[in-house]
């Protein structure tokens, strides 16, 4: 039975495919924009470098300092930079680091934004800007967010280490997972969240065979792009709540805490969400969350988050947190409940379902 729904189309240009890097200099013209300003983390500058080079005159200053969870201090110098340049839109070339720094221009300014995505995260699809401030991390939603143009070259991830490769596929593949159970999911991103998992499931195995693999970065890419339309499409449960909290007030590295903790929210909400589920569980031989672990260990992802350098004593804390403000989920979030699926998590063990 057909369940009635709401689905807005996010309105953004995607372009897509191996080289596609080429067609920034014409994206910034049809933006009707002359002076780019330049993102990227100090890890990508000699990438950044080379895109300057690319744009010549179109290329307008650089800022290569972007960091993780976007704190208000670099977002203020980058904004003073945009300034001082005379910038009128903006490249970012990165992750979800950089996208955030470009988004937190954005949302001050409305400078059009072109985002190259070169990891898994799926930020450049969604409204959502995540910010910290002394530590604490809080999130905007607004149109002025989310990328009008987004390019995805496939050629510029062969670099991404495998490690990061594998947690960063599992970070979106929590997307749309979640996504499957969301109170306001539709049979669009419903579709979509399949598809990105399937995507994913194939693509992250060839990675690890070999990360030069054109095909499989492709793959991965297009599988991340759906993960992320579902991300900004529906509302996220006790996975991302649980990754937040840990991330926030742990400070753990966020696509790992991401791979950690998705088989074991997975199988917290296997019962309860099981007709949401069961089409990804199907990609999993009908059981997602242990097909997930095992997939993740078959990658060398990290699969306990005391390896992430958590204490034992934090779990405690972390469960308090979790069950402080009330969201929608599936199956009832109680301390106890988190707490066993953090116990599991920390232990790396392979989740009961
Ligand atoms: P990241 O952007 O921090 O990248 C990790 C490192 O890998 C950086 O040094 C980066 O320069 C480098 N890197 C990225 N792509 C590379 C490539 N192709 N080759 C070589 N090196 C590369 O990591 P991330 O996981 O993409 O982003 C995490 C951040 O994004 C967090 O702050 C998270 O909160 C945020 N995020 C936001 C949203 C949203 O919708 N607002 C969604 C997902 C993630």
Same mark, same amino acid.
């Given at each position: 039975?057909?369940?009635?729904?709401?689905?807005?189309?996010?309105?953004?240009? #995607?372009?897509?495919?191996?080289?596609?890097?080429?067609? #920034?200099?014409?994206?910034?013209?049809?933006?009707?924009?002359?002076?780019?300003?330049?993102?990227? +983390?100090?890890?990508?500058?000699?990438?950044?470098?080379?895109?300057?080079?690319?744009?010549?005159?179109?290329?307008?200053?650089?800022?290569?300092?972007?960091?993780?969870?976007?704190?208000?201090?670099?977002?203020?110098?980058?904004?003073?930079?945009?300034?001082?340049?005379?910038?009128?839109?903006?490249?970012?070339?990165?992750?979800?680091?950089?996208?955030?720094?470009?988004?937190?221009?954005?949302?001050?300014?409305?400078?059009?934004?072109?985002?190259?995505?070169? +990891?898994?995260?799926?930020?450049?699809?969604?409204?959502? @800007?995540?910010?910290?401030?002394?530590?604490?991390?809080?999130?905007?939603?607004? /149109?002025?967010?989310? /990328?009008?143009?987004?390019?995805?070259?496939?050629?510029?991830?062969?670099?991404?280490?495998?490690?990061?490769?594998?947690?960063?596929?599992?970070?979106?593949?929590?997307?749309?997972?979640?996504?499957?159970?969301?109170?306001?999911?539709?049979? #669009?991103?419903?579709? @979509?969240?399949?598809?990105?998992?399937?995507?994913?499931?194939?693509?992250?195995?060839?990675?690890?065979?070999?990360?030069?693999?054109?095909?499989?970065?492709?793959?991965?890419?297009?599988?991340?792009?759906?993960?992320?339309?579902?991300?900004?499409? #529906?509302?996220?449960?006790?996975?991302?709540?649980?990754?937040?909290?840990?991330?926030?007030?742990?400070?753990?590295? =966020?696509?790992? +805490?991401?791979?950690?903790? @998705?088989? =074991?929210?997975?199988?917290?909400?296997?019962?309860?969400? =099981?007709?949401?589920?069961?089409?990804?569980?199907?990609?999993?031989?009908?059981?997602?969350?242990?097909?997930? =672990?095992?997939? *993740?260990?078959?990658?060398?992802?990290?699969?306990?988050?005391?390896?992430?350098?958590?204490?034992?004593?934090? @779990?405690?804390?972390? *469960?308090?947190?979790?069950?402080?403000? /009330?969201?929608?989920?599936?199956?009832?979030?109680?301390?106890?409940?988190?707490?066993?699926?953090?116990?599991?998590?920390?232990?790396?063990?392979? /989740?009961?379902?």
């Amino acid at each position: 039975m057909m369940r009635d729904f709401v689905y807005q189309v996010a309105p953004s240009r #995607v372009i897509f495919g191996p080289g596609t890097l080429a067609q #920034v200099d014409a994206e910034i013209e049809r933006l009707g924009c002359k002076r780019a300003f330049l993102l990227s +983390t100090s890890f990508q500058a000699a990438d950044l470098a080379a895109l300057a080079n690319q744009l010549g005159p179109l290329a307008a200053g650089q800022f290569t300092d972007a960091t993780m969870h976007t704190p208000l201090a670099v977002t203020a110098r980058a904004l003073a930079a945009y300034d001082a340049c005379g910038a009128d839109c903006i490249v970012a070339l990165g992750g979800g680091s950089t996208i955030g720094l470009g988004k937190a221009i954005a949302y001050r300014n409305d400078a059009p934004q072109i985002v190259v995505a070169t +990891t898994y995260a799926g930020s450049e699809v969604t409204d959502i @800007l995540g910010q910290t401030e002394d530590g604490v991390k809080s999130t905007v939603r607004g /149109p002025k967010i989310r /990328p009008e143009v987004v390019i995805y070259d496939p050629t510029l991830t062969t670099g991404l280490p495998i490690a990061m490769s594998v947690a960063s596929g599992l970070n979106a593949m929590a997307h749309a997972v979640e996504g499957l159970y969301a109170p306001d999911a539709n049979p #669009v991103t419903s579709l @979509l969240a399949v598809e990105g998992i399937r995507a994913l499931r194939d693509a992250l195995p060839a990675i690890t065979r070999d990360p030069a693999d054109i095909d499989a970065r492709g793959e991965a890419l297009y599988g991340s792009w759906l993960c992320g339309v579902v991300l900004g499409s #529906v509302a996220m449960s006790l996975h991302h709540k649980l990754c937040h909290t840990l991330g926030g007030s742990c400070d753990l590295p =966020h696509a790992e +805490t991401h791979a950690i903790l @998705l088989p =074991h929210s997975a199988a917290y909400n296997a019962a309860a969400a =099981h007709d949401a589920l069961a089409p990804a569980a199907a990609l999993f031989g009908g059981d997602l969350a242990g097909g997930l =672990h095992d997939l *993740a260990r078959s990658l060398g992802a990290p699969l306990a988050l005391k390896d992430l350098g958590l204490a034992r004593d934090d @779990l405690d804390r972390v *469960a308090d947190m979790a069950v402080k403000n /009330p969201y929608a989920n599936p199956r009832p979030v109680t301390r106890d409940g988190i707490l066993a699926l953090l116990t599991r998590a920390y232990d790396g063990t392979r /989740p009961a379902t």
